[in-house]
């Protein structure tokens, strides 16, 4: 059974650190490109990160984030990890880890059937 599983999320105060994990089952991350997203409460899902392997390549879908939160791949534990620093409490939110089944990180994901989904872990910046 294809799976994607994130963990990692939780209450941290403001300035403080995370690591979420995207781990994968039932298919090999290598051949895929794999993003982050993330859905604030009342507002519309957003892109965070996406890594592609076959495009040799990372993207940070927000100029404000790419110095804060870096992308990254362990293909032998089929995870895809986002560490984020200097969190603030507008970084609240569910955050999704998904996998492109036919392209790559440029691909559309909003609506999208080639795009799966995990079920999102919590993130609360919070003092």
């Known amino acids: 059974q294809v799976q994607l599983v994130e963990s990692g999320g939780g209450l941290v105060q403001p300035g403080g650190s995370l690591r979420l994990s995207c781990a994968a089952s039932?298919?090999?991350?290598?051949?895929?490109?794999i993003g982050w997203f993330r859905q604030a409460p009342g507002k519309e899902r957003e892109g965070v990160s996406c890594?592609?392997?076959?495009?040799?390549?990372?993207?940070y879908y927000a100029d404000s984030l790419k110095g804060r939160f870096t992308i990254s791949r362990d293909n032998a534990k089929d995870t895809v990890y986002l560490q984020m620093n200097t969190l603030k409490p507008e970084d609240t939110a569910v955050y999704y880890c998904?996998?492109?089944?036919?392209?790559?990180?440029?691909?559309?994901?909003?609506?999208?059937?080639?795009?799966?989904w995990g079920q999102g872990t919590q993130v609360t910046v919070s003092s």
């Open positions: 890594i592609s392997l076959a495009e040799g390549a990372t993207y």
């Open positions: 998904a996998v492109s089944w036919t392209g790559g990180c440029g691909t559309p994901w909003r609506g999208s059937k080639t795009w799966s």
């Open positions: 039932g298919f090999t991350l290598d051949y895929y490109a």
